[in-house]
């Protein structure tokens, strides 16, 4: 499994959006993609169309240890697409947890544990670093990072990689930036244009060349519980979830693929 931890401190810069279309762009490819709503606000879980009351079991429960992944984990309205949703619980989990043993790696610990039957975990993080995002972070193989083109888009960014430093050297070696993600362009703003251009040049490579424009069909849909990619797959936002995850796809490391079984 892959494990991708959709991850950036500020609100409001396209994690969940990302993390939606993504999940669906990857799954229509045939891969099948788990979601981890890890965001108290649940709006990863309202925007699959998952009502309060069916959220039977949900990211609280699993860093709780109360459930496993397995269990929890539910169907969406996508194909190949399942989610563990969130509840309200969830913005108490930062302080319980601190009472627990291993809290910061109760996520890893239960994804480890589970039967991994999918191919990519995304797991859609809340806007700060505190112990919800650490769990995701040391649970992750790397992290997408979506960046608003705005005039303020690189701050709060050395913030986020000294976290990931950190994780590093105490817990999780390997992660790994795969990559940033720019969005909510609007190409009529010339100061977008700027913004991205910037970021490229002080990130290099490790920008993706699909930038999500901003889009009003990209924010319309949650509100019909649906992905952008079926409420209305040709707008300019779903095109371009589909080249994001075309990249993505290419920057995973190679699959398990299943060994054909050795003659006796
Ligand atoms: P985050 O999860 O980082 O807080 P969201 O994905 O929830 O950010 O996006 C914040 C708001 O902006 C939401 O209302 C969402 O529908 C809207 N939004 C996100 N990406 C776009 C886009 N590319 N174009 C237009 N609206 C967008
Ligand atoms: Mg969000």
Known sequence: MNV????????????????????????????????????????????????????????????????????????????????????????????????????THRLSRALARSDHRWDVVLIDCPPSLGLLTLNAMVASNSL???????????????????????????????????????????????????VSNDVRAVLGRVVFDTVIPRNVRLSEAPSHGLPALIYDYRCPGSEAYIALARELIARLPAFDTPQPARAA
């Open 144 to 194: 997408l990072v979506p960046l608003q083109c705005e005039f303020f888009a690189l701050e709060g960014l050395s913030q986020l990689l000294s976290t990931v430093e950190r994780i590093r050297e105490r817990f999780n070696p390997a992660l790994s930036i795969m990559g940033v993600a720019l969005t909510m362009h609007d190409r009529r703003n010339r100061l977008t244009d700027q």
């Open 4 to 103: 991708i931890a959709v991850a950036n401190q500020k609100g409001g810069v396209g994690k969940t959006t990302t993390a939606i279309n993504l999940g669906t762009a990857l799954a229509a490819t045939g891969l099948r993609v788990l979601l981890l709503d890890l965001d108290p606000q649940g709006n990863c879980s309202t925007g699959l169309g998952i009502a309060r009351a069916d959220r039977h079991h949900s990211t609280y429960d699993i860093l709780l240890g109360e459930t496993s992944i397995d269990v929890a984990a539910m169907p969406t309205c996508v194909p190949k697409l399942d989610i563990v949703p969130a509840t309200v619980d969830l913005s108490g989990a930062e302080i319980e947890l601190v009472e627990y043993e291993e809290r």
